[in-house]
């Protein structure tokens, strides 16, 4: 019987286009954890409405950023899965996403299969929260919680934060500093918070502890919260407001980084990258874009530590 780990994202469609979207946003959008309007009420407004509506503009979204090897998520988390096994012979790593393909369960029944005993999840959400960590330990308990365990999140994990602030000064070494850093997260609805869900209050200890490492000032940097989703009120500030403030107050460079994710994907390379980009260039500033950790050598050690420890600590 031997050890695995297997690391989970969020997910992505197959293919760059409304049928494949429509298709990975319906399982996504029907899960209860993200959506917690009642079942009978929320689906038929999703199928009928919302589906055939978004789903063509956020596969025209996708195709912006849509790379050789498919999805920018799915290639960056499988490259940082194939990273992580580097650094942990004999173990075997692999990579799944909570929705869509390679998913979830499937991928915790080939691991049994394969004669793994104990199978360790690592859901690459260095936040926790109910509406993504929560949803992987769902499956993990449909799937039989023998022989699982799950690591619910990293948020001050010296080498996650270090692996984070060391992305940030080689940006700075290949373009130079910006006037301020924006760190940017999910964003996430304010009434989930309210009832107790901790994202919020980890977003704002891995800031000001990647901030700490980077040794910045108060004034230096700022936090946000991107991606609103729907009419309610969400987390605040939200980026788009934050940088239009930094634009009113004389800010014309702004350095941003995503914190929260650890590929990047759609909210980073096209919201940030291009939408939000264009949005503060229409303000007369420019907005450059930090990339996700990835599977960069940092990035990988720190994964590969976490799950180490805490496989030896089960």
């Not at 948020?155 to 996650?160: A, F, I, K, S």
């Not at 014309?252 to 940030?272: H, Q, W, Y």
């Not at 990339?291 to 990035?299: F, I, S, V, Y």
Request: glycine residues 8%; neutral net charge.
């Amino acid at each position: 019987m031997k050890d695995a780990v297997l690391l989970v994202n969020l997910g992505t469609p197959d293919a760059p286009t409304a049928q494949a979207v429509s298709r990975y946003l319906d399982e996504f959008l029907s899960d209860s954890r993200v959506v917690s309007l009642p079942r009978w009420l929320w689906l038929p407004l999703l199928r009928r409405v919302v589906l055939p509506r978004r789903a063509p503009k956020v596969a025209s979204k996708y195709a912006s950023v849509w790379l050789p090897g498919g999805s920018p998520l799915e290639v960056h988390t499988r490259a940082l899965a194939d990273a992580v096994a580097q650094r942990m012979p004999g173990v075997p790593v692999r990579h799944a996403m909570r929705y869509g393909q390679p998913a979830l369960a499937a991928a915790l029944a080939q691991l049994r299969d394969e004669g793994c005993g104990r199978i360790l999840v690592l859901p690459l959400y260095p936040q926790f929260s109910t509406t993504t960590t929560s949803s992987v330990a769902d499956v993990v308990a449909r799937a039989g919680g023998q022989g699982i365990r799950m690591l619910e999140d990293y948020h001050l994990d010296p080498g996650w934060v270090s692996a984070v602030a060391g992305s940030i000064r080689a940006h700075w070494q290949a373009r130079g500093r910006g006037e301020h850093l924006l760190m940017s997260f999910h964003g996430l609805p304010q009434r989930v918070v309210d009832r107790g869900d901790p994202y919020a209050n980890q977003c704002e200890a891995s800031a000001h502890a990647i901030a700490a490492a980077l040794e910045l000032p108060a004034d230096a940097w700022s936090l946000a919260y991107q991606s609103r989703f729907g009419a309610g009120k969400w987390l605040q500030p939200a980026t788009i407001d934050r940088l239009d403030a930094l634009a009113a107050g004389g800010v014309r460079k702004v350095d941003v980084v995503c914190p929260g994710f650890a590929a990047d994907c759609l909210e980073t390379l096209e919201e940030i990258g291009m939408m939000l980009a264009e949005h503060f260039a229409g303000k007369g500033g420019e907005l450059r874009a930090i990339a996700c950790l990835n599977d960069a050598p940092a990035h990988a050690d720190a994964i590969a530590a976490l799950a180490a420890r805490d496989l030896a600590a089960w």
